[in-house]
């Protein structure tokens, strides 16, 4: 559609119009500048400019037409909303158009919105606004729609006048309610409007587990979440852990058909609504606020941009909204936005950078992973220099090259990645990066195996592997050896002290005392920490030999199975099957390991430094209650419980080896009814399927088992 000048040319006058002011005379130009942008990102998931950098711009245009309404277009960029439409899923109208945010940067834009909803709604400029401050959830949309309190349809946001239909994807999803209550209140049809998410920590695992299959990875948690509510399969919606907070209403009909939203009164209202009828919404003094004016709602809208990397979902920025509903109304909405909310946008996370170089360093195992020495760039409020690039096939895919103007990103505390290169802006002078054929370090030449991805030095006792085997064995998850870290391994290796595991053991700490920076104290510290970790159960000892793929969990269920970590030596494939979730490749990497005499030598070594090699108590797993009373059975308690609070009745039913379920469904297979039990009992009576029973019956079986 463009060709390269053309794209070099439109990157170029991006650049100088987000640098200078417009004229109007320019804004047929900007127009085609946003279409090329917005096609760059739609069409070819390709942007070449970051995120903001898109909204600066198109809050320019804005402002023009703003100024000179006769001047807008019907095709202006203005004119429609984004779009995320495919033809995988049925598209469904909405009851009403789903809108899209203005954008606000600073304390100065906050201002002058406040201003002018003033001006619009024609209130004195000394009378303060209410507002109510949400965190601008960074995952997809979804609108669901309540039907005689039964969820009837599920849609995500689409082009904001048609989405695309998922319902059963959004059944999936636990915090969903599939019914609730809004009869009791008067309402007959409703539609509520939220964000879809998963956790920072759930897309860590979900990439990690990717990765481990060999699929593409998701760039970041949003990705995850869309593609996740996408899925053909909803049993695969399901695994991916996902979340929906809801947090406005859209409509809210009475049996006649009547809009009741005036009942409703405040937004802060509909939250505590939504959350009494079992929604997850955004919870006052963790994530909403109520400010009584514009100078309260920037403190805390700059209080969340500090603490944003701290937050367990990824946020792009808060949302701003009028709490009285009344006066959304009377300010009203633009084809685009409403004008009772705006969005405060956060510190940029992408930013564009030179790669100047590539290093190549060696791990526990031997993997060699390139890492990117870029020019420094600020993103979110921390400084970037190097960038893993993961594997050669990774620097292929994105056709990397030194010299390369990458766009860099880093979403929250998630590791800073780079999303792409900018081919456009090559001039010719960038290099492909040769993958190196020799180590870095001990210059053995590397081999590739078979189905993995990294390149590897084979060579066990190259000095970077020996060094990051040390640094695995202390770390947290593995032997966890309180203070003792990389940068003490890295000196007392430069020492001579360190040159295997079993060296750790051997440390002579008078001599470690008289270093610099050291002291008796430290020394102490360090070997009474040491004495400690030698008492570890063997699952984290099994666990810091660096055995590649053989993580916490494996190593975990491997240790329950043995008497002594030597009992390895002796084991066959055919052992190793029986341990449901140990598969054949971590397998043959354990029998491998303990096949080498080295390694055996070594253990025998350690074994006679104190380290504990026999199996504890720690190492066995909790009795599995498979043949509980009430395995597999999921279960609710509803009314008034006499003789036991609820928690402790739902702990009791867990230790009973149920589930405890959050709603009557056809899937719910006892209800435990206490006093005053209302619609779930009788729901669960029409159902027909579930058992009943009383708190007595209840008491009763708890003290059987
Ligand atoms: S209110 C018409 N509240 O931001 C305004 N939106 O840029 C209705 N979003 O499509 C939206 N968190 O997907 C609202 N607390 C929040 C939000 C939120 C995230 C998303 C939403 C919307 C987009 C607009």
Same mark, same amino acid.
């Given at each position: ?127 303060? !606004? ?45 915090? !969903? ?27 860590? #695992? ?287 290796? #430069? ?146 419980? #006499? ?60 003290? #059987?088992?």
């Amino acid at each position: 559609m463009y060709d390269k000048s053309q794209e070099l040319d439109l990157y170029n006058t991006s650049k100088f119009f987000l640098a200078n002011e417009i004229t109007i005379e320019d804004v047929e130009k900007l127009r085609t500048i946003i279409r090329y942008h917005e096609w760059k990102y739609y069409i070819q998931n390709d942007p070449v400019i970051s995120d903001r950098e898109y909204d600066q711009l198109y809050k320019k245009l804005e402002a023009i037409e703003n100024a000179h309404p006769e001047l807008i277009t019907p095709d202006s960029p203005t004119q429609r909303v984004s779009d995320d439409l495919t033809s995988d899923f049925p598209s469904v109208e909405h009851l009403t158009p789903m809108l899209s945010l203005a954008n606000s940067y600073n304390a100065e834009d906050l201002l002058e919105w406040d201003e002018q909803i003033k001006r619009v709604a024609s209130i004195d400029a000394a009378t303060p !606004i209410e507002y109510v401050v949400e965190p601008k959830f960074d995952g997809g949309s979804i609108a669901l729609i309540y039907e005689n309190d039964y969820l009837v349809r599920a849609a995500t946001r689409g082009n904001g006048k048609e989405g695309e239909e998922m319902t059963k994807n959004a059944r999936s999803i636990p915090s !969903i309610p599939l019914t609730a209550n809004f009869s009791k209140l008067g309402y007959h049809k409703v539609e509520i409007r939220g964000e879809v998410l998963i956790k920072k920590a759930v897309f860590q #695992q979900v990439n990690a587990e990717r990765e481990a299959e060999g699929l593409t990875l998701f760039a970041n948690p949003r990705n995850a979440a869309t593609g996740g509510l996408r899925m053909k399969d909803a049993r695969e919606t399901a695994k991916r852990q996902m979340e929906a907070f809801m947090y406005q209403i859209g409509v809210l009909l009475n049996k006649e058909g009547e809009s009741k939203l005036n009942e409703v009164k405040t937004q802060s209202g509909s939250i505590s609504m939504l959350a009494q009828l079992g929604f997850k919404v955004p919870k006052a003094e963790q994530e909403f606020k109520i400010c009584a004016d514009i100078q309260s709602v920037i403190d805390y809208c700059l209080a969340w941009q500090e603490k944003r990397d701290t937050y367990e979902y990824e946020v792009d920025g808060m949302v701003v909204k009028v709490n009285d509903l009344a006066l959304q109304q009377r300010l009203g909405v633009t084809s685009h936005h409403p004008r009772w909310a705006i969005a405060f946008k956060f510190r940029a996370k992408q930013a564009t950078s030179k790669l100047l170089n590539v290093e190549f360093q060696v791990g526990k195992i031997g993997s060699i992973t390139p890492v990117a020495k870029i020019e420094p760039v600020a993103l979110a409020g921390v400084t970037v220099s190097s960038i893993s690039l993961h594997n050669e096939e990774f620097i292929k895919s994105k056709d990397i090259r030194l010299g390369d103007t990458v766009l860099v990103e880093r979403a929250g505390d998630v590791i800073p990645y780079i999303v792409k290169t900018m081919e456009t802006l090559r001039d010719g002078s960038e290099q492909v990066i040769e993958f190196p054929k020799n180590c870095p370090v001990c210059q053995t030449i590397l081999v590739k195996p078979e189905n993995e991805a990294a390149w590897r030095c084979p060579n066990y006792n190259c000095e970077a592997q020996v060094v990051q085997r040390m640094i695995h064995h202390v770390s947290k998850n593995a032997m966890d050896i309180d203070g003792f870290g990389k940068s003490y391994i890295e000196r007392f290796h #430069q020492l001579g002290w360190l040159n295997n595991l079993s060296d750790i053991y051997t440390l002579e700490y008078e001599k470690i005392a008289t270093l610099e920076g050291f002291g008796k104290k430290s020394a102490e510290n360090l070997k009474a920490a040491i004495e400690k970790a030698k008492k570890n159960p063997i699952h984290r000892l099994l666990h810091s030999l660096s055995i590649h793929h053989l993580g916490q969990k494996a190593s975990k269920l491997i240790a329950a199975e043995i008497n002594h970590v030597l009992d390895l030596q002796h084991w066959t494939l055919e052992d190793f099957t029986h341990i449901k979730d140990i598969g054949p490749v971590v397998a043959e990497n354990v029998i491998a390991f303990f096949q080498i005499p080295e390694n055996i030598a070594l253990l025998k070594k350690m074994e006679s430094l104190g380290v504990n090699l026999h199996q504890t108590n720690e190492d066995k797993p909790k009795a599995i209650q498979k043949n509980a009373p009430l395995s597999g059975k999921t279960i609710l308690f509803t009314g008034t419980l #006499q003789s036991i609070s609820r928690k402790e009745a739902q702990e009791k039913a867990e230790a009973l080896g149920a589930k405890n379920a959050s709603a009557v469904s056809s899937k719910l297979d006892i209800l435990v009814v206490g006093e005053k039990a209302g619609s779930k009992l009788k729901k669960a009576q029409e159902i027909g399927t579930i058992q009943i029973l009383t708190e007595e019956d209840f008491i009763n079986m708890i003290q #059987q088992n």
